[in-house]
């Protein structure tokens, strides 16, 4: 893997028996560096590109008389372990189920590659923050291995099925999801509405940056969920992540009305359109934001609802967009459509003059659809407020052609379609349905307060 480094530095770095993933010092003049050496794609082939122990790349010009030599520690990054070891439960501590699923909580640097991968198992995680053991006894499950844009409806179903054979058997005090923070929000909406009335909490975490840089949100996530499951009454599904961007407090997010707003920041989740259910800090103080939330009771009986039909999708609204795409939906056998409108849910239905002649076509496919028996909802592209198609012509044209307005984010209202449309073939049953509050998807009212918040 030195291919891409000059041909000088490749035969010194063969001669020191030095190759990419190995901890290395390099000492120009008085300056020394140490960190492990990296992978090159492109570039100056003699810049050394260092990873130092806060997580970051540097990049240092070679120079005769630099002096390049192994580490006495022969170990790399990628097979450091985070812990190792057993621990005794302790019967005066609450127990707490980690049911891993991958993602970048649980990734580390490929030092071979340069690219991160998930690599973690869950032992190694809890070792890793041996403070966790002071709050709860934990047992740990593998689930899936992945990062999350691979996942697919079928693993929210596993992943379901999982959480509820844990309440069953092992019957912990709580459960905590870790999982790759790109489609997240789908999965805590979809674990809502397939588990309702649920007697115990299940904390979903994640991280922004992996877990063998110093600037991760990994272990404080997961300490800030454990110590909500140790400290409080909550019982339902939840999300936990970085509240600002220093390591200060985590929010406790509900699981059905979450966006991420940021693709790196650390306190990228908010909560939409209702306050987060309370603030969690390391040191295990809960400041309570909200109360409006059904009190952990392990004798209540879980209503198992594991089920999805994947044939739907989503239709973002933009200037041009084609109707034919309603068309090729309902012909190619999809059974819903989210429609992600402007505003409070529109979409080009008016004719205004030459270039806007085709809307017609526009409002005649959406008829069509429904008339196909395919169920067509409106929700929001803005990411607070919520499609209302009462206020303008357009709206009102839309209702009139047989669309249903969702008062839920898009993610939501697209993974209730699908559990919707698994129960029933009868599209009336999934109007209904949809419009019906199962889970606290659907907001009656929006809180003016969650704005930015």
């Given at each position: 893997?030195?291919?891409?480094?000059?041909?000088?530095?490749?035969k010194?770095?063969?001669?020191?028996n030095?190759?990419?993933?190995?901890?290395?010092?390099?000492?120009n003049?008085?300056?020394?560096?140490?960190?492990?050496l990296?992978?090159?794609s492109?570039?100056?082939?003699?810049i050394i590109?260092?990873?130092?122990?806060?997580?970051?790349?540097i990049?240092?010009?070679?120079?005769?008389g630099?002096?390049?030599?192994?580490?006495?520690?022969?170990?790399?990054?990628?097979k450091?372990?985070?812990g190792?070891?057993?621990?005794?439960?302790?019967?005066?501590?609450?127990?707490i189920?980690?049911?891993h699923?991958?993602g970048?909580?649980?990734?580390r640097v490929?030092?071979k590659t340069?690219?991160?991968?998930?690599?973690?198992?869950?032992?190694?995680?809890?070792?890793?923050?041996?403070?966790?053991?002071?709050i709860a006894?934990?047992?740990?499950r593998?689930?899936?291995q992945?990062f999350?844009?691979?996942?697919?409806?079928?693993?929210w179903?596993?992943?379901?099925?999982?959480?509820?054979?844990?309440i069953e058997?092992?019957?912990?005090?709580?459960?905590?999801?870790?999982?790759?923070?790109?489609?997240?929000?789908?999965?805590t909406?979809?674990?809502?509405?397939?588990?309702?009335?649920l007697?115990?909490?299940?904390?979903?975490?994640?991280?922004?940056?992996s877990?063998?840089r110093?600037?991760?949100?990994?272990?404080?996530?997961?300490m800030?969920?454990?110590q909500?499951?140790?400290k409080?009454?909550?019982s339902?599904?939840a999300?936990?992540m970085h509240?600002?961007?220093?390591d200060?407090?985590c929010y406790?997010?509900?699981?059905l009305?979450?966006k991420?707003?940021?693709?790196?920041?650390?306190?990228?989740?908010?909560?939409v359109d209702?306050?987060?259910y309370a603030?969690?800090?390391?040191?295990?103080?809960?400041?309570?934001?909200?109360?409006?939330?059904?009190r952990?009771?392990?004798?209540?009986k879980?209503n198992a609802l594991?089920?999805?039909?994947?044939?739907?999708?989503?239709?973002?609204?933009?200037?041009?967009v084609?109707?034919?795409?309603?068309?090729?939906?309902?012909?190619?056998g999809?059974?819903g459509?989210?429609i992600?409108?402007?505003?409070?849910g529109?979409?080009?239905?008016?004719?205004?003059d030459?270039y806007?002649?085709?809307h017609?076509?526009?409002?005649a496919a959406?008829?069509?659809?429904?008339?196909?028996?395919?169920?067509?909802?409106?929700?929001?592209?803005?990411?607070?407020?919520k499609?209302?198609?009462n206020?303008?012509?357009?709206?009102?044209?839309?209702?009139?052609?047989?669309?249903?307005?969702?008062?839920s984010?898009?993610?939501?209202?697209?993974?209730?379609?699908g559990?919707?449309l698994?129960?029933?073939?009868?599209?009336?049953e999934?109007?209904?349905?949809?419009?019906?509050n199962y889970?606290?998807?659907?907001?009656e009212?929006?809180?003016?307060?969650?704005?930015?918040?």
């Open positions: 893997m030195l291919e891409n480094y000059s041909q000088e530095l490749q010194i770095l063969k001669k020191e030095i190759t990419t993933g190995q901890k290395i010092s390099i000492k003049g008085n300056t020394e560096y140490d960190g492990f990296m992978p090159k492109a570039g100056d082939p003699n590109v260092l990873k130092l122990a806060n997580g970051y790349n990049g240092l010009a070679f120079a005769p630099m002096n390049i030599r192994k580490q006495q520690d022969k170990r790399t990054l990628e450091r372990k985070a190792s070891g057993k621990y005794k439960p302790d019967p005066g501590k609450p127990t189920t980690l049911l699923t991958g970048t909580f649980a990734s490929d030092y340069g690219a991160a991968y998930p690599a973690f198992t869950p032992e190694e995680l809890f070792f890793a923050i041996p403070e966790a053991g002071k006894n934990f047992n740990t593998v689930v899936f992945m999350s844009e691979d996942m697919e409806p079928e693993h179903i596993l992943l379901a099925k999982k959480i509820a054979q844990e058997e092992t019957k912990p005090d709580g459960i905590i999801v870790t999982h790759g923070t790109d489609t997240m929000i789908f999965t909406a979809a674990v809502s509405l397939m588990l309702q009335n007697s115990i909490p299940v904390i979903f975490v994640g991280a922004q940056r877990s063998d110093s600037s991760s949100d990994a272990w404080m996530n997961l800030c969920a454990a909500f499951i140790a409080s009454d909550f339902g599904v999300l936990c509240g600002s961007v220093n200060d407090f406790i997010l509900d699981g009305h979450i991420k707003m940021h693709s790196s920041r650390r306190d990228s989740f908010r909560s209702v306050l987060p603030k969690a800090f390391p040191d295990g103080t809960v400041e309570y934001l909200r109360n409006d939330y059904q952990r009771d392990k004798a209540r879980l594991e089920r999805f039909d994947r044939r739907v999708a989503i239709v973002k609204i933009y200037p041009g084609d109707h034919r795409i309603f068309d090729f939906l309902h012909n190619s999809f059974r459509v989210i992600e409108g402007t505003g409070l529109n979409a080009p239905v008016n004719v205004i030459d806007t002649k085709h017609d076509d526009f409002l959406i008829k069509r659809t429904v008339d196909k028996g395919v169920v067509v909802c409106m929700t929001s592209q803005c990411a607070y407020g499609a209302g198609l206020v303008y012509s357009s709206g009102r044209r839309l209702l009139e052609a047989g669309v249903v307005p969702i008062a984010t898009t993610e939501a209202a697209y993974v209730k379609l559990w919707a698994a129960h029933t073939k009868d599209a009336k999934v109007k209904k349905m949809m419009l019906t889970a606290g998807e659907i907001l009212r929006i809180d003016p307060r969650a704005f930015l918040f």
